[in-house]
């Protein structure tokens, strides 16, 4: 596909073309019509994946195939309703997904593919990593079942912030919040200088992973197949662009 010109790019979600300025190149950033690079990305490894190599989402129905969102945007879940039997799940509403809670993990089975994009950087580490990325697994079809992956990773170590994370809650005082925990051996412990994603009181920060680290999770969960997507030349047609070769894309499969 050839670029209209330099700074001119066609979202491959919906199709419309749009420029973009080098100061909007960036994983979070170029939000055109509701879309950062990044759910343009995860569009285009999840169509590649699946065979529309190069193709735009809003032009392909297709409701034999099946999947899930974890927690997707109002618009990527939009424009997946359009073309697959796609089903957006949350924590904290319905349509309900819990990746510790079988109930929950099995009213989801056989699927195609899963999107769980900036998730597991905020799931707690009880009862286990290991298990959720397990649970991950055994919803998708176990030939050709497909899983697009996104956290922020560094190159380095892995850390978990809480790592005897159990029975806990946050407290706000006076804009301060406090995590208050007691450890699965009744041990208490409190911490401060929380990260929050999305602001305060929003979203958690559990950890940070490692590329390692996340290699290790999806392989001994059983994927194959496990693949960091650099931004090459063909995503860079649609509009997708990184700042730095991290927190890429991931996309593994259970061959």
Same mark, same amino acid.
């Given at each position: ?13 919906? *199709? ?33 994946? #699946?065979?529309? /190599?190069?193709?735009? @989402? ?21 424009? @997946? ?15 309900? @997904?819990?990746?510790? %809670? ?18 597991? &950087? ?5 009862? $286990? ?14 030939? %050709? $079942? ?8 560094? @190159?380095?170590?892995?850390?978990? +912030? /809480? ?8 407290? !706000?005082?006076?804009? !301060? ?19 929050? +994603?999305? $602001? ?21 969960? *059983?994927? %194959? ?15 997708? /662009?990184? &700042? #730095? ?11």
């Amino acid at each position: 596909m050839k670029k209209l010109s330099d700074t001119t790019y066609r979202c491959n979600i919906t *199709g419309q073309y749009f420029t973009l300025e080098n100061q909007d190149k960036g994983r979070e950033k170029c939000n055109r019509f509701g879309f950062t690079s990044r759910d343009r990305a995860i569009v285009y490894c999840l169509l590649n994946k #699946l065979g529309y /190599f190069k193709q735009i @989402l809003n032009k392909i129905k297709n409701p034999q195939i099946t999947g899930i969102g974890m927690t997707d945007s109002p618009a990527l879940s939009k424009a @997946l309703y359009g073309s697959f039997s796609y089903t957006n799940t949350f924590f904290h509403q319905e349509p309900l @997904l819990d990746i510790y %809670n079988l109930k929950h993990i099995n009213q989801f089975k056989n699927l195609d593919f899963i999107i769980c994009s900036e998730v597991f &950087e905020h799931i707690s580490p009880y009862p $286990g990593l290991d298990i959720a990325f397990s649970n991950l697994y055994n919803m998708l079809k176990q030939n %050709n $079942g497909i899983l697009i992956f996104s956290v922020p990773y560094n @190159l380095q170590k892995h850390y978990e +912030h /809480f790592p005897a994370l159990y029975n806990y809650q946050i407290i !706000n005082q006076n804009n !301060n919040y406090i995590l208050y925990n007691t450890t699965i051996e009744e041990k208490k412990e409190q911490f401060t200088d929380l990260i929050f +994603h999305g $602001g305060p009181g929003e979203t958690l920060e559990m950890r940070q992973f490692s590329k390692q680290s996340l290699e290790k999770y999806l392989s001994e969960a *059983g994927f %194959n197949h496990i693949t960091f997507h650099d931004i090459d030349q063909d995503m860079q047609e649609f509009g997708i /662009f990184w &700042e #730095l070769p991290i927190s890429l894309i991931i996309s593994a499969e259970t061959i």
